[in-house]
């Protein structure tokens, strides 16, 4: 017995030896496991940064070869030009300039004379890079240099071809920092950084990160890396070598990766990422390594104290269910839940019981069929993570998150681990993450709203304060004048007219409030209205004119050929970029200085032109730092000058927001000192296709004065289209002298075009020298940029027979000029417009409509309107009023009824009801028009589902409200005609 004791002794002793030495020599392999894995990983990493890089080196590179055929296609353009015209070469370069993102364009001929997009003049001796197109016929782009912009750029040249042979090169110069775009040269987050140096000496082409040195090497020393790092990663560079070397970067371990780029110069591109941000995914593997390690340290610790205890079978069978149990108390209390899979089997080796609770699957039916609990979690079926675990094709740790529900179900989001613990095992971690997402999402929409409100309400104050003082302005400015020449009838009549004016702007911009009150997010809906492109520009001025005539300042206004004065679009945030644009500039510019606007066309498809607004000033411009700063809200810049102007530094920020929303782009120009020049460049269809009159003008001779030579060269232009023979004058005695000889020769002009403000002499005085010696027979039109009421008994005492405004318009212009030739009828510009903005006569004799409007005022106003227009109007201070009306009077006493919304004892949508449920059906069909100040898309569509037929919204607009009572109209009316008699209107009190 002692024997057997002492050798049973013998025996556990050696076992336990040889348990210790097998946990020992297990431990050293799995830590030697652990640091092979450690070492892959690393590799792995680092391979992983090597082919990011390449694919930043792949996008930079594209960004190049997409310049370059956008140069080439530039080119295939420019040989359809006379390379031998500076003035048609200046200006495709400029337009290649102003369509592209390259900041300069030049062209060098074969004969080695060449000009730049701004008209200056250079030869292949002023390039600073090597030149290949012209002198060698090949097509590039230049290593990085000092150029033009004062910045490092590159040149991009191809050779132009005409005809089979070379006629010069076209060359586009860029920045660098044009490719410096935040998603391609950071990543990881924002900790990874890349740039671009010179193989040779490491100088920066791009430095994404600003960091304050001349090249890489000093970058690294102020970096505190070793002298060697620097000389390593210089010696593989020289050997046109790629791959990653290790280094110190922002005092921490990183990771620095080199790639040769695949162009014609010796650049190289490099990339950066921290140690800990590349490794983070294997140091997570790690860990969950060192678990598993400690948990089968412990099994293989558990194995060997069942083995010692020599326990029957019962008590091992009872020690294991214990442990079962202890694992299931531990399952059960924590939110994870944990599969252990053998793919090679296809078998569960382990699973936590809390999978029914967390997963509502029966942890039996999870073994059997495991796809079960991930399409539990919303896995889709077929998703590349769940297949490659399942059929052991897992190569590396993947986390997941699937939403499971739809968006009428309860939502849960539940994230996935799959883990390659082994060859053949692999680890599934299920965890529900439900309360981050929605914490996550809340924080998230919590504070977009936060933004977007802010934002919504400060460019809806902003904007407001800006905009409504303008047209407030013109309102108290006209009121002032016209109260000071009550004795004047003409001149109160041209103040009103333009207080209407103001006041339809400031109506505007009230709906415009009304409309912003209704959108979230400050988003601003744009309306497609038709828009006459020469009473926009003549609203805009006569707004700012007075500002204008306070500073002396001097106005311009050139344009091309224009063909199309009206396009659809938005009138308001049109005249308010104009608006912002032209104050701007007359805030901004001293007195007695020149203001230019500028107005083309170029056609941009079918229906479709480009339109191009141009504001230039002579004031006192902005520096290059500010101009990267414009359209930022509330900047200003900061100068003594401008702090003495008042502002809120949110015009040009409201105009770029505006020119975006019409797909459009706001360009600056400017020099301190000098001025500034603003090009609004913005695509408008049609609103129809210019029908210029028949030929009537065919052989003419017309005689054009006017010192703008663009404006005479515009003309000429338009009126050779018609065959009409032009000659152009650029001073008043020019005019003269030329009038004088022509009449003299016996060759009259048929007609003479005469700008009004000339330096010499100006348009009103010459046509007066003329008229003196030459009879009225010959019409003379005068061409103004300006508001010419204020000349207009003057002009026509000199002897002026018609007024044209700029910008001029094709068919504005043959109308004008035919007109005043055949003397077709007197030309009086101030008597049509002065009728436009009067309301119109109208003529609805005998017509009989019910008012109904609570309001005594607005009562008033319609019952003066519709009374001159010879209807009979009974009134109704209610809608139980009007209903009482209706019932009591005879089914054709009314042919239509004006409906107020807001009345008191019946709204008008009860009145509408109620009258379409009359059992006279010709009553129940009667017409009715709300008229009320519910102005909004979803106000008009609750009139028309009330059973009403139209809406007209307050303020009323009396072109709308004719239209609408003309459809309304009977065809046959009564032949008497009450207009303006007492008895005109009944009163319903």
């Known amino acids: 017995m002692k024997v057997n004791r002492m050798k049973y002794k013998k025996q556990s002793v050696a076992f336990v030896l040889g348990m210790i030495l097998l946990l020992v020599g297990t431990g050293s392999l799995m830590v030697a496991a652990m640091g092979q894995i450690k070492e892959k990983m690393n590799i792995s990493a680092n391979t992983t940064l090597l082919n990011s890089t390449r694919m930043i080196s792949d996008s930079l590179l594209n960004n190049f070869s997409s310049d370059q055929q956008q140069l080439e296609t530039c080119a295939n353009l420019f040989s359809r030009i006379d390379t031998g015209q500076a003035p048609d070469v200046v200006r495709a370069l400029a337009e290649y300039t102003d369509a592209t993102a390259f900041f300069r364009f030049y062209f060098i001929g074969a004969d080695g004379r060449g000009w730049d997009s701004t008209g200056a003049g250079l030869s292949p001796r002023d390039l600073s890079f090597d030149e290949i197109a012209l002198s060698q016929g090949k097509t590039g782009y230049s290593d990085a240099y000092i150029g033009a912009s004062g910045r490092l750029q590159i040149t991009f040249q191809t050779p132009v071809w005409i005809d089979g042979e070379q006629a010069g090169a076209l060359y586009a110069d860029k920045t660098m920092a044009n490719y410096h775009s935040p998603s391609l040269f950071t990543f990881s987050g924002g900790a990874g950084s890349a740039y671009v140096v010179q193989a040779d000496d490491g100088a920066w082409i791009i430095d994404s990160s600003a960091s304050g040195t001349d090249d890489l090497y000093a970058f690294l020393e102020k970096q505190r890396n070793d002298p060697a790092v620097s000389a390593a990663l210089k010696n593989l560079i020289a050997e046109n070598r790629s791959g990653t070397i290790r280094i110190q970067y922002r005092q921490q371990d990183s990771f620095l990766c080199f790639v040769p780029l695949d162009c014609s110069h010796p650049w190289y591109l490099i990339s950066i990422l921290p140690q800990n941000i590349l490794q983070q995914e294997s140091a997570e593997i790690l860990q969950l390594i060192s678990f598993a390690l400690a948990g089968l340290l412990i099994a293989l610790v558990l194995i060997t104290v069942l083995l010692l205890s020599r326990q029957a079978s019962s008590s091992r069978e009872q020690e294991r269910k214990r442990r079962e149990q202890l694992f299931q108390i531990i399952s059960e209390n924590v939110d994870f839940a944990f599969l252990l899979y053998t793919p090679s089997k296809r078998k569960v080796e382990m699973l936590s019981e809390n999978v029914r609770v967390l997963f509502n699957i029966e942890p039996d039916d999870a073994v059997r069929h495991p796809e079960r609990l991930f399409l539990s979690c919303g896995m889709p079926e077929q998703d590349p993570a769940g297949r490659a675990f399942l059929n052991g094709q897992l190569n590396q740790r993947q986390r997941c998150e699937y939403q499971q529900g739809t968006a009428n179900e309860l939502q849960r989001w539940i994230e996935i681990y799959f883990i390659p613990v082994h060859a053949d095992q692999y680890l599934a971690v299920l965890h529900e993450t439900t309360p981050e997402h929605h914490m996550r999402q809340d924080l998230a929409d919590a504070l977009r709203q936060s933004q977007e409100n802010n934002q919504a309400r400060t460019v809806f104050f902003s904007s407001m304060s800006h905009d ?181 530094g949110l015009g040009m920020a409201i105009t770029k927001n505006i020119v975006d929303m019409m797909s459009g782009t706001l360009q ?199 009374n001159s227009c010879g209807i009979k109007l009974t009134c109704a201070q209610n809608g139980r009023q009007a209903l009482d009306l209706v019932r009591e009077q005879p089914a054709d006493a009314f042919d239509l009824i004006l409906m107020d919304i807001h009345m008191p004892e019946m709204n008008g949508y009860e009145a509408t009801e109620a009258i379409r449920n009359l059992a006279d059906p010709v009553k129940a069909a009667l017409p009715i028009i709300a008229m009320t100040a519910d102005a909004f898309e979803e106000d008009v569509q609750k009139c028309i589902a009330a059973g009403m037929n139209g809406h007209i919204a307050k303020p009323i607009e009396y072109s709308l409200l004719f239209e609408t009572l003309r459809r309304y109209q009977p065809d046959e009316q009564p032949s008497t005609n009450p207009r303006n008699e007492d008895k005109d209107h009944e009163y319903q009190s």
């Open 668 to 866: 600056v120009e400017s020099q301190l000192g000098v001025g500034s020049k603003f090009t609004v460049t913005l695509p408008l269809s049609t609103a129809q296709t210019p029908q210029l009159q028949e030929a009537v003008l065919a052989g003419c001779r017309v005689l054009v004065v006017d010192d703008d030579l663009d404006t005479c060269e515009g003309l000429r232009a338009m009126l050779e289209v018609e065959k009409v023979q032009v000659t152009c004058a650029n001073t008043g005695q020019q005019g003269i002298d030329a009038a004088l000889l022509a009449h003299q020769e016996g060759r009259d002009y048929l007609g003479i075009i005469m700008d009004w403000r000339m330096d010499d002499l100006n348009g009103i005085e010459a046509a007066r020298r003329i008229r003196a010696q030459i009879s009225d027979e010959i019409p003379i039109i005068l061409l103004s940029a300006y508001n010419w009421e204020d000349v207009e008994q003057e002009a026509l005492d000199a002897g002026i027979n018609g007024f044209l405004t700029k910008p001029i318009f094709r068919n504005e212009l043959i109308e004008k000029l035919s007109r005043a030739l055949t003397r077709n009828r007197p030309d009086s510009e101030t008597a049509e417009e002065a009728q436009n903005n009067r309301v119109p006569a109208e003529d609805f004799s005998g017509m009989r409509v019910l008012l109904a409007e609570d309001n005594e005022l607005n009562r008033e106003i319609v019952i003066e309107l519709l």
């Open 468 to 648: 409504i003082r303008t047209p407030m302005n013109g309102i108290i400015g006209m009121t002032t004048i016209a109260q000071a020449h009550l004795n004047e009838p003409e001149k109160v009549a041209h103040c009103l007219d333009k207080i209407s004016l103001a006041s339809q702007h400031l109506l505007d911009l009230i709906n415009e409030v009304l409309d912003m009150s209704r959108i979230e997010s400050g988003k601003i809906s744009l309306k497609k209205e038709p828009v006459n492109l020469s009473q926009l520009i003549s609203d805009v001025l006569i707004l700012v004119k007075p500002d204008l005539t306070k500073k002396r300042q001097t106005l311009h206004i050139r344009s091309s050929a224009l063909d199309y004065d009206t396009v659809l679009g938005d009138t308001l945030h049109l005249q308010k970029i104009l608006l912002n644009l032209l104050s701007n500039a007359v805030k901004y510019t001293p007195p007695e200085q020149d203001i230019t606007i500028g107005l083309h066309e170029e056609p941009d498809g079918d229906d479709k032109i480009k339109v191009i607004f141009t504001v230039e000033d002579t004031g006192i411009g902005m520096t290059p730092e500010f101009l990267t700063r414009i359209f930022t809200p509330f900047e200003r810049a900061q100068d003594s000058r401008i702090s003495q102007i008042s502002g809120t």
